[in-house]
């Protein structure tokens, strides 16, 4: 009976462990861009927000995009949600472009962006 209280003591701990409970992100195809990819004309980082699929889109244009190696992450903390953008930059590539789709569960406050740890603006902000 002392195992089992521990086991379900443990579960219930590490299910309240987790930091994103609801938030995913996807990395979405060139080929079926989720919004219209015209209205970024600059390079940049462009962020949209889809009021309708309760959804960030993050497009990454130009030399912000990594050419190998990596990674997109998130963190919450309470009404802040932290873009984590790790990899190799380089000037040019050959496939410019990245899309990501994060689903939230709210509306956050702030969101922020870090490249390969330092805090960086925007481009552009927008949305449905």
Same mark, same amino acid.
């Given at each position: 009976?002392?195992?089992?209280?521990?086991?379900? #003591?443990?579960?219930?701990?590490?299910?309240?462990?987790?930091? /994103?409970?609801?938030? *995913?992100?996807?990395? =979405?195809?060139?080929?079926?861009?989720?919004?219209?990819?015209? !209205?970024?004309?600059?390079?940049?980082?462009?962020?949209?927000? $889809?009021?309708?699929?309760?959804?960030?889109?993050?497009?990454?244009?130009?030399?912000?995009?990594?050419? *190998?190696?990596? !990674?997109?992450? #998130?963190?919450?903390?309470?009404?802040?949600? $932290?873009?984590?953008?790790?990899?190799?930059?380089?000037?040019?590539?050959? /496939?410019?472009?990245?899309?990501?789709? =994060? $689903?939230?569960?709210?509306?956050?406050?702030?969101?922020? #962006?870090?490249?390969?740890?330092?805090?960086?603006?925007?481009?552009? =902000? !927008?949305?449905?």
């Amino acid at each position: 009976m002392k195992k089992l209280l521990i086991l379900l #003591l443990s579960i219930l701990y590490m299910t309240g462990c987790n930091a /994103n409970p609801y938030e *995913s992100v996807e990395k =979405v195809s060139k080929q079926a861009p989720p919004v219209d990819i015209q !209205s970024f004309d600059e390079n940049g980082v462009h962020l949209y927000y $889809d009021n309708k699929d309760e959804s960030l889109f993050v497009y990454f244009k130009g030399s912000d995009v990594a050419y *190998s190696d990596e !990674s997109f992450s #998130l963190e919450v903390n309470e009404d802040t949600l $932290d873009l984590l953008y790790e990899g190799e930059i380089s000037g040019t590539s050959l /496939n410019p472009e990245r899309f990501y789709k =994060v $689903d939230v569960d709210k509306n956050y406050e702030t969101v922020r #962006l870090f490249i390969n740890g330092t805090e960086t603006a925007f481009t552009s =902000v !927008s949305g449905n």
